[in-house]
């Protein structure tokens, strides 16, 4: 076992502490059964010398009886051990996914651009079960089986010292056999953990971009994907249950070799009389109590073959960076609600994903609170990840961002985001109530959700289907512009001092244009605004349009002062206005 196979099992053992007093007392019932199972060949011999072969009808039913009691209290200590059992490995498969997920809420962001939804899923599933596989039956009957061999030992020598060499000269043999199928068993799970990983990202882009592929025809494409994919992933799992095979082929070859030479050299002693009938049959029994429990014992190498890699993989994703959620500073309060914000020499970039350059570059840009400020540049010139870092989602690469004199990154995460609310270009509605999608675990009456609902222009949608009305995964019971609205009412619900509008009317109508153009005016008065938009009308409504290029400020101004001074500007309003007329129109 290499240095960081030690350090998974050491790691993994610290998380069954929870559950040692538990599977103290599993052991503690095992062993019993253990020791009540011994009785079984002992009575069995009785059974056959005493009662059958000298026709003692009063032995015969007494020693029935007897076995039929042990057997009946084994099968309820059977009962109760199983269901002790399932009782942790549940809790325990419980406590495994509640990690995963308290760690997925708590990660960076940038996680979830550099894996797809699907390949995730797959990812913890596989390895939880592979995890949670340490306290199924065949991994907790090792502890029963070293009891089982040492008990079937003992009672194997009481009957003939001299056949129990026999079964001892074995052992060597099973171990190499295990040994070596428990290198190869690693070998072929690595194999198949990459190949199913890569299975579940095709998946997840196959069903992302199912609109596209048939747009494009491109269904015979993502068949032959699909061929290779999950070919290449049930050859890899073939190749692990026939490494299986193969073992259990060497083991009972290797037990029935043992098994012949025990009847010929047993049927010799007992033609000799140094072995009753009943004693060489006891005796028979009790080797399986060995041979069967031992190879569970040296099969440990290969449950622990499947276990660790997953084991690794899993801590690995438990060790990935989270987001800096305790910050030292406290949240400074605003003059009546009004926060300004000021970015200070900003760097940022997303690195491999966008080759390693910045998208944001030294950006000095100050908001006074109560501001109505509108951002404007082509496209990748790094208006949303402005947002995005003022959000906390990602962190700085160089430079700060401060909030009324203070840094951003110094204060607690959770009250900090309290402070926006939000409506951005990647809307997502959980699939649930309208009600609740709104008010987003808010203390919120019907009342106050059916009037920003009003605001917003979506009052007869209420009316019509009722505040209970389940909106689909992401939305897909909704328009695209009834979507937005959506998210703009719980924006205006939670009404938060900041509020963040990126591309907001993307998916609207021309005359929520106009409605949401009076909430700017009216019912965010006084509130600090951050726009992301080309729309003519909207940046009317900003105190200053931000114009940027290449991660920077370019120029800025009131929106009057930049069409008038700057031809560029005109033209870049101009292209946008044009675009947006025709998508109204169409």
Known sequence: MTREDKNTAIRFLGLLKAYRRGIVLLMVAILFSVGLSLL????????????LLRGDFAAIVRISVMLF??????????????RRRLRIAYDFRFRMEGLAVEHLLGMRTEFFNQI????????IDVDVNYICSILNTNTLSVFASVFTVIGGIAAALSIHWGMVILILLVLPVKYLIIHFHSRVQ????????????????????LVGGMVDIRIYGL?????????SKDGEKIAAHRDMDTVSQYRQLADGTLDAVLNLLIFVIGGIFVSRGELTVGSLYAFISYSSYILGPLSSILNLRLVLANILPSAARFFEFLDRKEESVEGEGELPCGLCGAYDIEYQNVCFRYGAAKNGEDVVRGLCL????GEKVALIGKNGCGKSTVVQLLLRLYDCGSGDIRLLGTEISSLKIKEYRGLFSVVSQQIYLFNDTIRNNIRMCGDFDDGAIRKVLDEVGLGELVEERGLDFVVGINGSCLSGGQKQKIALARAL????????FDEATSNTDID???????????RLAGKTVILVTHNAELLREADRVVWMEDGRVFCEGAYGELLEQSAAFAALIDQYGNGREAEKEG
Do not use: T
Request: charged share 30%; net charge positive.
């Open 69 to 82: 009691l042990l057997r009946q209290v084994s099968s309820l200590l059977s009962l109760w051990i199983e």
């Open 40 to 51: 079984s060949p002992m009575l069995s011999r009785e059974l056959m010398d005493k009662g």
């Open 493 to 500: 619900l939670h009404n938060r001092p900041i509020f963040i």
């Open 219 to 227: 269904e015979k494409k993502e068949m032959e994907e699909f061929g």
């Open 116 to 123: 797809s939804q699907s390949e995730l899923l797959s990812q």
């Open 366 to 369: 100050r908001i006074p609170g």
């Open 512 to 522: 929520f244009e106009v409605r949401f153009r009076q909430m700017l005016r009216e």
């Open 186 to 205: 690693k070998k072929k799970l690595h194999v198949f953990l990459e190949k199913n990983m890569a299975y579940a990202r095709w998946f997840g882009e």
